[in-house]
């Protein structure tokens, strides 16, 4: 078992790269299985999400070459199955998208019903209504959905939730399908504009992709032939901003789009931290306790659910009582009973944590309970006195890339020890 041990009480200094954008990847990847043809990704962050997604894609029959730490060659014209392995897209959520992928290409799939974070109820009736609409059947039968078409045709669907996953994965659908599909009430998140971006270098037709109606006018095939660069990772930058105010540092982040960060600089600014924006990096620092506030989670440009539980470490510390209402999903405060035991005063009822803050937080053995829970408890054991051990590492290494490393870095006392 692994665990990460922090003495925290340093205030971070210094610089940190951002990587690519993990939701960006896990969707890009199984769109390569778009192109009758060769692409490269380069800024593909290194997280156990994009390894197994590398397998799954082989299994399929794509050919993957590592170029370097962050950078594949991959070979997607002889895909020699549609059944993806039942096992392994059946432990992580982003599995969903070889459906559309598939179906899109080869007009059948089978996978195993997508796993994840368990952060409630996770439904993908969206995802199944758009399919229905171009066409497809689709069953889910002993935990394996299986779709299948003869040729998918475009279609105007109107997505009933704004939805990441389904705005994406019927885009990858209708990438191919016969004639012209409109997403209404799509999602805008900036990994929703990177997916269609790719597509588009690769020869797809996608317009409008960042507002609420995406159009896509389907093309016969997909030549590939391009390099692409996967759009830097919101969600991490976000954890790096936020650990900055919480530890009374000084961080500059580089290699970030400032403004995918809007709605979290606008929070860091009103808790008491200064932001400098230079566009494609970012000045964050903060030499007060951090005051209380309000946060509402919303689907972009909103503050995002993925930033909830890391901001909740600063409003545990804050001077004041503070509000998260979480809109997204049903249960993502299960972090707040870790940060309780490290010194926090929260206290939760269904979406809504009340979190009256305390000078400080003192380090304890915590759980990581999902990806963002996990880079919340980082935060908190590196602004928390004493020593912290956090648990768990799994949920952490899907998503965040080097994760000590860049820490270690910016002067956190932060190792990872195997027991
Ligand atoms: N929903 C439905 N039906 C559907 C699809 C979604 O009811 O068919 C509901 C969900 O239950 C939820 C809401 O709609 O209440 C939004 O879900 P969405 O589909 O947008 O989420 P997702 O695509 O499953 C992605 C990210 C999550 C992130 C959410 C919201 C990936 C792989 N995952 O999930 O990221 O929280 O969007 O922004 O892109 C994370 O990175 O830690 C993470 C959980």
């Known amino acids: 078992m692994e665990k990460l041990v922090i003495t925290g009480g340093t205030p971070l200094k210094g610089e940190v790269t951002i990587s690519g954008a993990k939701n960006a990847a896990v969707a890009i990847l199984p769109a390569t299985l778009l192109i009758n043809g060769v692409c490269k990704l380069e800024n593909l962050p290194h997280i156990s999400d994009v390894k197994i997604y590398c397998q799954i894609l082989e299994k399929l029959g794509a050919k993957i070459t590592w170029d370097g730490p962050n950078e594949i060659t991959i070979d997607t014209r002889n895909i020699s199955t549609t059944e993806a392995p039942l096992e392994a897209t059946s432990k992580f959520r982003a599995s969903y ?82 004639g012209t599909t409109i997403i209404d009430n799509a999602a805008k998140e900036p990994h929703i504009v990177d997916v269609a971006n790719f597509l588009n270098t690769m020869g797809a037709d996608i317009r409008g992709a960042g507002t609420d109606t995406i159009k896509i006018n389907g093309k016969k095939e997909l030549h590939g032939n391009s390099t692409y660069s996967i759009v830097p990772d919101q969600i991490e930058a976000g954890t790096f901003m936020v650990a900055a105010v919480a530890s009374k540092g000084d961080i500059l982040l580089k290699n970030c789009i400032t403004k995918h960060l809007e709605s979290i600089t606008a929070k860091i600014i009103e808790v008491g931290g200064s932001v400098e924006d230079y566009g494609d990096s970012i000045r964050v620092f903060c030499n007060q306790r951090p005051s209380k506030a309000n946060i509402k ?48 005063h929260i206290t939760s009822q269904g979406k ?17 309970s999902d990806l963002r829970a996990g880079a919340a408890l980082i935060v908190a054991g590196i602004a928390a006195k004493g020593k912290t051990e956090i648990y768990n590492l799994e949920y952490i290494d899907r998503g965040y890339e080097n994760i000590e490393e860049k820490f270690r870095n910016l002067g956190a006392n932060i190792e990872r020890i195997v027991e």
């Open 97 to 178: 998208y070889i459906i559309g992928a598939l179906l899109g290409r080869k007009g059948s799939v089978t996978v195993g019903m997508p796993g994840g974070c368990k952060l409630g109820a996770r439904p993908i009736d969206q995802h199944i209504k758009g399919f229905e609409a171009l066409g497809a059947t689709v069953e889910v039968n002993q935990g394996k959905i299986i779709a299948n078409v003869k040729h998918l045709k475009g279609n105007s669907i109107y997505m009933d939730i704004t939805s990441v996953g389904a705005t994406i994965n019927i885009m990858l659908a209708s990438v191919l399908a016969d």
């Open 297 to 344: 989670t919303l689907p972009y440009p909103g503050f995002p659910t993925d930033m909830q539980s890391q901001m909740g470490v600063v409003l545990a510390i804050a001077d004041g009582t503070s509000i998260i209402n979480e809109s997204i999903w049903e249960s993502r405060f299960q972090y707040t009973e870790e940060l309780n035991k490290m010194g926090a």
């Open 352 to 368: 809504t944590a009340f979190f009256e803050g305390v000078e400080e937080l003192t380090g304890a053995p915590v759980y990581a």
